[in-house]
């Protein structure tokens, strides 16, 4: 922040002086610039990109303390006056203003830079790569900008088929919940490397153990939801991995609570009994969103998990689940298919429908599942088959984690909705109401639906590609 100049009359030094020296608040003369200055960093959210040297601003100041700008009827540039120690800024520019001679005067408020980005550096645990290297592997954070939108100038770092994170990560450090803070997200699947346990388990070096809440192990009915499989432990990275933390790769809700519910196997398979449990206890242990990428098989009607995720619904939950792959299954299926559910299909990087998922009504919502688009479902754009990244298991190997080497499926794309959902909802932006059906209706009602699929009904995309940035933006205000 640069300072201005002294100022230039007589009649105005004197005027602020008299107003000033009345109210005991005028200190040193007019303070002669210093140039480079500017507002410290928000220290209050992580770390921020540099902005030039640090005048000493706490976090919380919404002005320069014991300053106030001056501008003078028909003068064109306001200028800065010093006040004393302990100076009630405000009641000095009130008492300004309230001058004929004054145009206006205003305390000399601190504007904080909006771009944030955070530092992980995109390469194994452990080890210090360059700070923000997460971009060039995880496409599916970034936003579309310049590609989908060509009057504007490109960022660099862009992505048909990314979900503009980026953006939402902005949105919620202003509404004070950066990382969706607190949102409680229950996984269910095949567990997480949630802690270590033993010689043969050890915690994700990229989820913090304080992330976790205590889960439930269905499979082996205890308390200690570890996985073996390494399904699980994907999924809740690109939920709410660690971020800005000079390691690995980013989560979309890094601060939200995760809760590990496993209901499958370590050969990734569950039961009617384990899943509907899992939903229940989830429910009544204070999940705000579960994510089950998993799916029963196509056609069929299943009373006890049906009930369970109204149950679950009807108590306040958004339940998000993946549609299911064309290469396992022959049509989408529960959990995703029932009405309670947000049901996703998922996109490549060319932010086309991706090969292994469905062109169904039953896809409500699409997001980042990775792999390449099927070739003849009209995408118009070249689709390099780019999985989804996250730092995850080696293998099944529940004691060595690295930036695996890559999942795709809508098992992927319904983690990418869960972390959407604990966004939206700490975003506010759903309103007073914060019940699933306002977080879907924000979901759907900001998603992108690409130009060259909106006359096809079904489209593979539902309302289209989620939009984070505009689902947490509250100044988007849906019909």
Not at 27 to 53: F, I, K, M
Not at 243 to 268: E, Y
Request: proline share 7%; glycine share 14%.
């Amino acid at each position: 922040m640069t300072r201005s100049r002294p100022l230039k009359t007589l009649a105005t030094g004197i005027l602020v002086l008299v107003i000033a020296l009345a109210a005991g608040w005028i200190g040193a003369a007019d303070r002669a610039p210093a140039a480079g200055q500017s507002p410290a960093p928000d220290a209050a959210n992580d770390a921020t990109e540099p902005v030039g040297s640090d005048p000493g601003y706490s976090p919380g100041d919404a002005y320069v303390p014991g300053e106030v700008i001056v501008q003078k009827r028909g003068e064109n540039v306001p200028r800065t006056v010093e006040l004393g120690e302990g100076a009630d800024v405000p009641a000095v520019a009130d008492r300004l203003e309230e001058r004929r001679a004054i145009e206006h005067a205003t305390p000399n408020y601190i504007a904080r830079i909006s771009g944030w980005g955070p530092n992980d550096p995109g390469i194994n645990p452990p080890g210090k790569g360059k700070a923000g290297n997460w971009r060039i592997k995880q496409w599916n954070f970034l936003g579309c900008g310049s590609l989908c939108h060509p009057e504007r100038s490109s960022s660099g770092h862009e992505s048909r088929g990314g979900m503009n994170v980026v953006r939402a990560w902005q949105n919620l450090r202003r509404a004070g919940r950066a990382g969706a803070a607190g949102v409680r997200v229950a996984v269910l699947d095949t567990g997480i490397a949630y802690r270590n346990d033993g010689r043969f388990f050890r915690r994700n070096p990229d989820l913090e153990a304080g992330r976790f809440l205590p889960g439930r192990d269905f499979v082996d009915d205890d308390s200690r939801p570890l996985d073996l499989n390494g399904h699980g432990t994907h999924v809740a990275g690109t939920i709410g991995q660690q971020t800005d933390n000079r390691l690995g790769l980013t989560g979309i809700a890094f601060r939200s609570k995760l809760i590990p519910v496993r209901v499958m196997d370590a050969s990734g398979f569950g039961t009617t009994e384990n899943i509907t449990r899992g939903i229940r206890w989830a429910t009544d242990h204070g999940a705000r969103v579960i994510s089950m990428s998993l799916n029963f098989r196509c056609g069929e009607s299943i009373p006890p998990v049906e009930d369970a995720l109204e149950y679950a619904h009807s108590r306040g939950v958004t339940l998000v689940g993946s549609t299911g792959n064309r290469s396992a299954q022959s049509c989408p299926s529960l959990p995703a298919t029932a009405a309670q559910v947000i049901g996703v299909g998922g996109t490549s990087e060319s932010g086309c429908v991706a090969g292994y998922s469905f062109i169904s009504p039953a896809v409500d919502i699409a997001a980042p599942g990775g792999g390449a688009a099927h070739g003849n479902r009209n995408c118009p754009f070249e689709s390099r088959d780019r999985p989804i990244l996250q730092v995850s298991m080696a293998g099944k190997d529940p004691s060595r984690f690295k930036i695996s080497p890559g999942w795709r499926g809508t098992s992927m794309a319904a983690a990418h909705v869960a972390g959407a959902a604990a966004a939206v909802l700490a975003s506010g932006t759903t309103g007073a109401k914060k019940g699933p059906a306002q977080v879907k209706q924000r979901l759907l009602g900001t998603a992108r639906l690409p130009d060259f699929a909106a006359d096809q009904n079904p489209s593979g995309f539902g309302a289209g590609i989620v939009d984070l940035g505009r689902a947490t933006n509250p100044a988007v205000v849906l019909p």
